[in-house]
């Protein structure tokens, strides 16, 4: 379809904390294209969380409108945003979220029974995402028993389950060390320049955002301040080269 996948239309985003108003989002507008990786950076509070969030479809804004292929969101019935949330956009988030008492493997198929998948349908996407992600040899692994970079990956074959459109990641890297980190973005990238996934995401860490995403969007107090397309680099063209079964073998130690 013409125009963007994404737009947020002079959006403002406000909280009541005790007597006071709090501007999370202040009056910001962003369009982001089909097939786009797109970095909003900033410093804590800067609202870049905020921003994510709505266009997740998350939160409301107070003033102003998200839309999703032309689509208000703020017009969608409850039914309808849910089933936004679950098929055309999915979430990751810093802190994995992956349930302790279930394996990996049904982890990653919860969001497939959520919508009545058929049984061997299951099997079949589950796999592949797993595949994706280079743990398909991890499956009957609890969290407790994954790294902290298996986890992540984890969560992110639980998004990519449901073959979403768009994927939202709230500081993806936060609670990695640089090398899985490294390994988070990369796999990221891949999904963009290979499954010509969308993905918006939030980081503090410039010098990765630089390396893999198109755009940078930088917002300080609510604001965004910058706007600006991003070079292809030579790293980043060596990222969107490694499969997911060549990061297997290092996602054992991730």
Do not use: W
Not at 42 to 50: I, Y
Not at 136 to 150: D, F, I, M, T
Not at 199 to 213: F, K, N, Q
């Amino acid at each position: 379809m013409d125009g963007p996948l994404l737009s947020a239309q002079s959006v403002t985003r406000e909280y009541r904390l005790g007597g006071s108003t709090v501007c999370a989002v202040s009056d910001v507008s962003l369009s982001v294209a089909g097939g786009e990786f797109v970095a909003l950076l900033g410093s804590s509070g800067s609202g870049k969380s905020t921003l994510l969030n709505l266009l997740a479809g998350l939160d409301r804004p107070t003033s102003g409108a998200i839309f999703v292929q032309g689509r208000n969101l703020a017009q969608l019935s409850p039914i309808e945003l849910a089933r936004y949330r679950r098929q055309t956009a999915a979430m990751v988030f810093q802190s994995f979220n992956l349930l302790p008492r279930m394996t990996l493997e049904e982890n990653v198929e919860l969001p497939l029974r959520l919508e009545e998948v058929d049984r061997h349908e299951r099997s079949a996407r589950v796999t592949e995402a797993l595949e994706r992600v280079g743990l398909a040899q991890r499956r009957h692994h609890r969290p407790s028993e994954l790294s902290g970079g298996e986890q992540q990956r984890g969560a992110i074959a639980r998004a990519l389950v449901n073959r979403p459109r768009v994927l939202f990641a709230d500081e993806p890297t936060g609670n990695l060390d640089s090398k899985n980190g490294d390994h988070i973005l990369e796999l990221l990238h891949e999904l963009q320049s290979v499954l010509r996934m969308t993905i918006v995401m939030v980081t503090h860490e410039r010098p990765l955002a630089e390396r893999y995403a198109q755009r940078l969007v930088i917002l300080s107090d609510g604001k965004l301040i910058s706007d600006q397309p991003l070079s292809p680099s030579a790293t980043r063209g060596a990222a969107a080269s490694v499969t997911a079964s060549e990061r297997a073998p290092s996602g054992a130690s991730a």
